[in-house]
């Protein structure tokens, strides 16, 4: 059966299962993806059917798992990094942004850095600070990496092998509070281009763009609008960097009206390079300020405060309101 309705986590492990079995050179490797499958269970039952060989349970130490993991494409392999949550990357950031983002530029492109991390990514979730944090905008900011984030299970399962067949290194954030989500996911699709944008939803009176766990919400927020008379067409980014400004921009020119949202704090976050982007490239055809939503410029709150901190349907409604009063 070509479709199947999965949640986000099942479709990235299918993702996973289908990449193992297609390229021999694909190891997945992390802290406890293998007899415990994975903080989330996203490598669920992958070391028991591929072996101990091919899934890797590595000790706690993100700069040596990555490390090890440029040295194994470097011999050909296709590694598959997990890092467990979000705000555990970091000792492991001199080795991407010195090392993994620099190879092929600096050997003039004649070494393929085809490494992969994946990154449970964002809140919601009810955990602390380091477990719940987006830094998207840390990793799109330096040349070499390619960065995306599904916001679905069929995202989730074609844009992770996609991610896996690149030659270049991918940087791929998981939105962890929507890893129980379900939706359809066509496993004998044609998928469309990785870093291509996708209207989730058309509209006419203003453009909300978003990527991740945000893309439902504003989803939900489109729907709340439209009970009131206004058309508010949903972007789901789907790439970070690189942006597709194209898609961004037909929208902006069709609604002359954009706000942008993400869950990291609106502070420097990549909301802001688009929103300039956007204000370069449809000056003359915008009839508001482009807008953003976001986190706040602090360190992530106890679970109890999350509900505050983070950007909701009220506050994407605020926004869409502010900009429809200009």
Sequence with gaps: MAVQKLPLAKALNESLRKALETDPKVVVMGLDVGKLGGVFRITDGLQKDFGEDRVIDTPLAESGIVGTAIGLALRGYRPVVEIQFDGFVFPAYDQIVTQLAKMRARSLGTVKMPVVI???????IGAVEHHSESPESLFAHVAGLKVVTPANSSDAYWMLQQAIQSD????????????W??????????????????????????????????????????????????????????????????????????????????????????????????????????????????????????????????????????????????
Excluded: N, W
Excluded at 118 to 124: K, S, V
Excluded at 168 to 179: G, L, M, N, T
Excluded at 309 to 316: H, I, S, T
């Design 168 to 179: 270049d290194p991918v940087i791929f954030f998981e939105p962890k509070r929507r890893y």
């Design 181 to 326: 989500d379900k939706g359809d996911v066509d496993t004998e699709a044609i998928p469309g281009e990785l870093h291509k944008a996708r209207v989730a939803r058309e509209g006419t009176d203003l453009t909300l763009a978003a990527y991740g766990p945000m893309v439902k919400t504003c989803l939900e927020a489109a729907a709340a609008a439209a009970e009131e008379g206004k058309s508010v067409e949903v972007l789901d980014l789907r790439s970070i960097s690189p942006l597709d400004f194209d898609t961004i921009q037909a929208s902006v020119e069709k609604t002359r009206r954009m706000v942008i949202v993400h869950e990291a704090p609106v502070f420097f976050g990549s909301g802001a390079e688009i929103a300039a982007r956007i204000t370069e490239r449809c000056f003359y055809h915008l009839e508001a300020p482009v807008l953003r939503v976001g986190g706040y410029h602090a360190p992530y709150p106890p679970a109890r405060l999350e509900e505050e901190y983070l950007p909701g349907l009220d506050r994407v409604l605020d926004a869409v309101d502010r900009s429809l009063a200009f």
């Design 118 to 124: 994946r990154i449970p990514y964002g809140g919601g």
